[in-house]
Nanobody, 113 residues
């Protein structure tokens, strides 16, 4: 059972930056996707960014504003979010796509206009 511990999040003004981190309790292999999803009330969870085998993919809505980095040796990921917009407001979840999938507890990001 992999535990994902998230940190970061909070309330910021539009245009500001915020960083999220997620650490896995076990070593996650480089071929296992590890990334962030987000969810707003009444909506499905959507992919924000994912890193696998040193490649990173982003949702179009965050491309050029968010940067996902992954420390493969420590099984930690960081999501640097810049130029935040009110529509980025959501609960952000860390996810490891292995063995059926593991989720973090979620961290709230609120961007005020």
């Amino acid at each position: 059972q992999v535990q994902l511990v998230e940190s970061g999040g909070g309330l910021v003004q539009a245009g500001e930056s915020l960083s999220l981190s997620c650490a896995a309790s076990e070593k996650i292999g480089p071929f296992v996707p590890m990334g962030w999803y987000r969810q707003t009330p009444g909506s499905q969870r959507e992919l924000v960014a994912v890193a696998v085998r040193t490649k990173t993919n982003y949702d179009d809505s965050v491309k050029d504003r968010f940067t996902l980095s992954r420390d493969y040796s420590k099984s930690v990921i960081h999501l640097q979010m810049t130029n935040l917009k009110p529509e980025d407001t959501a609960v952000y979840y860390c996810h490891v796509n292995w063995n059926g999938g593991y989720w973090g507890q979620g961290t709230q990001v609120t961007v005020a206009s």
